[in-house]
């Protein structure tokens, strides 16, 4: 494993040291936020699968600390938006400026025009500040007064969002989630982080100083990109295709769900599986990384029926369902 202390440590092309980088940013974030190792893994998979990621948990579970600690360790730029009910598009994307100086107009870029975009409390901000997000992440691109502007790569937006409290807020629409690769659920803390937590404070850590901390780069945009080129070549089977197919289709017929999972969201699972096997030494996928990335990956895009709704069926458990019944290809 490379030094984490070490400047530009991670600035390598070759795919092994890109792994032991990547691997490395557990220890890193670790010195920030105790615990959430799954989390840290979904991000990861996100940036290797050039996806976005949506954070959801209660307040005060270190959402935007966990953000904010991966993109230290990825010594990648990063900017955050508090997203509110009177945010206006052209505050997330930018615009047309005019200079009196030069009597001309000038764009001026927004928060988007970032590596990591933190969108903290996506869904507290009108549809149409939603969907300005839209083109951004499908597209890598911002068209502002007819003129497409290419976003820095690697990009990603962690957007957050909280799941119990609904006033004032405004639910993401269907398509907006579809456009996130994962969907993470963010835990309390057990009883043991939660002591280990609040230890730290007592020894004088401060959340808004990371460098404080000893969060330090291990990774950087070539450790990406030659990561990246060693996923792509990560061999998929027929048989581990016809078996994500399977779970997909399988939850288009299910009783429980008024909306399954649409072709999109089949080629997500195949390459966040890719993407997994490849964290984990492989250069091959197997069974059980699809079934590994399947609820984080699959959770956001179905919709359950009301009555299901209602009997207390979550989507978890209906794709925890169809995982056991679907044949796994040996």
């Known amino acids: 494993m490379m030094d984490p202390t070490t400047d530009n440590a991670g600035i390598t092309g070759d795919p092994g040291k890109?792994?032991?980088?990547?691997?490395?940013?557990?220890?890193?974030?670790?010195?920030?936020?105790?615990?959430q190792d799954p989390a840290v893994t979904g991000l990861v998979v996100a940036l290797l699968c050039r996806g976005h990621v949506l954070l959801e948990g209660v307040p005060g579970v270190a959402k935007t600390l966990l953000v904010r600690a991966l993109a230290s360790a990825l010594e990648l730029d990063t900017k955050r938006v508090q997203f509110t009910p009177d945010l206006?598009?052209?505050?997330?994307?930018?615009?047309?400026v005019y200079d009196t100086r030069t009597a001309q107009f000038s764009f001026q870029?927004?928060?988007?025009?970032?590596?990591?975009?933190l969108a903290d409390e996506i869904n507290r901000t009108p549809p149409k500040t939603q969907?300005?997000?839209?083109?951004?992440?499908?597209?890598?691109?911002?068209?502002?007064?007819?003129?497409?502007?290419?976003?820095?790569?690697?990009?990603?937006?962690?957007?957050?969002?909280?799941?119990?409290?609904?006033?004032?807020?405004?639910?993401?629409?269907?398509?907006?989630?579809?456009?996130?690769?994962?969907?993470?659920?963010?835990?309390?803390?057990?009883?043991?982080?939660?002591?280990?937590?609040?230890?730290?404070?007592?020894?004088?850590?401060?959340?808004?100083?990371?460098?404080?901390?000893?969060?330090?780069?291990?990774?950087?945009?070539a450790d990406l990109e030659a990561a990246r080129a060693a996923v792509a070549?990560?061999?998929?089977?027929?048989?581990?295709?016809?078996?994500?197919?399977?779970?997909?289709?399988?939850?288009?017929?299910?009783?429980?769900?008024t909306l399954g999972v649409s072709p999109r969201g089949?080629?997500?699972?195949?390459?966040?599986?890719?993407?997994?096997?490849?964290?984990?030494?492989?250069?091959?996928?197997?069974?059980?990384?699809?079934?590994?990335l399947a609820l984080p990956t699959l959770r956001h895009r179905v919709q359950l029926r009301p009555e299901a709704e209602m009997e207390g069926v979550?989507?978890?458990?209906?794709?925890?369902?169809?995982?056991?019944h679907v044949p796994v290809p040996r």
């Open 18 to 35: 890109a792994r032991a980088s990547l691997e490395a940013l557990r220890a890193e974030i670790a010195k920030a936020v105790v615990g």
């Open 88 to 96: 206006m598009p052209s505050d997330v994307t930018g615009s047309l």
């Open 109 to 117: 870029p927004g928060p988007v025009f970032t590596n990591l975009l």
């Open 131 to 221: 969907s300005s997000l839209l083109e951004a992440m499908e597209e890598r691109q911002v068209t502002v007064d007819g003129t497409p502007r290419p976003l820095p790569d690697p990009f990603l937006v962690a957007a957050t969002q909280n799941p119990v409290e609904y006033e004032g807020t405004y639910p993401l629409p269907e398509a907006q989630l579809d456009r996130f690769l994962l969907k993470l659920t963010i835990p309390l803390p057990s009883r043991q982080d939660e002591i280990d937590v609040l230890t730290r404070h007592a020894e004088g850590f401060n959340p808004r100083d990371l460098r404080a901390a000893g969060v330090r780069p291990v990774a950087g945009p």
């Open 233 to 257: 070549k990560t061999t998929i089977s027929p048989e581990i295709t016809g078996y994500v197919v399977d779970i997909c289709r399988a939850t288009r017929e299910s009783p429980s769900l």
């Open 266 to 292: 089949a080629t997500a699972l195949l390459a966040t599986s890719r993407a997994w096997a490849w964290l984990t030494g492989r250069d091959y996928v197997i069974p059980d990384d699809v079934k590994a």
């Open 314 to 324: 979550t989507a978890d458990s209906v794709i925890n369902a169809i995982l056991a």
